[in-house]
């Protein structure tokens, strides 16, 4: 189980990558604050398998942020069930991460090796 960050620290609405892998690694969860609450996926994008944000970091749609965006195709995905509604893959969902919030904390509930395992996982699914 890791920490990722206090709730506070994501405004409502914001979307945030963490890195649980070691230092240097592309951030691989996109954590979003909702209310009291978050979403969170894998940074994978169901259709071929890359990263989301094209540039680091950049997760929601520029003209409408309550969708998270695929910078490779400019597919859209609903934050609260990671449903692709618009672009190449619509109607495959983002891979859901294990994360909540445990009275301040934002907490992943695996651990780096767990997530890399994971992503090989999806990522030999996806080719
Ligand atoms: S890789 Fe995400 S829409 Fe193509």
Redesign the pocket.
Known sequence: MLELCLLSDLKNGEAKGFNVEGSGIAQRLIVVRQGDGVKAYINL?P????R?DGDVGQFLDAEDPTMLF?D????LFRIEDGVCVE???EGDKLFPADVTVVGDAVVYARDGVELVDEISRIVSTTE
Do not use: E, N
């Not at 259709?47 to 890359?50: A, E, F, P």
């Open positions: 994008c259709h071929i398998g890359s989301l695929c490779s195709h400019a597919a672009g190449p893959c």
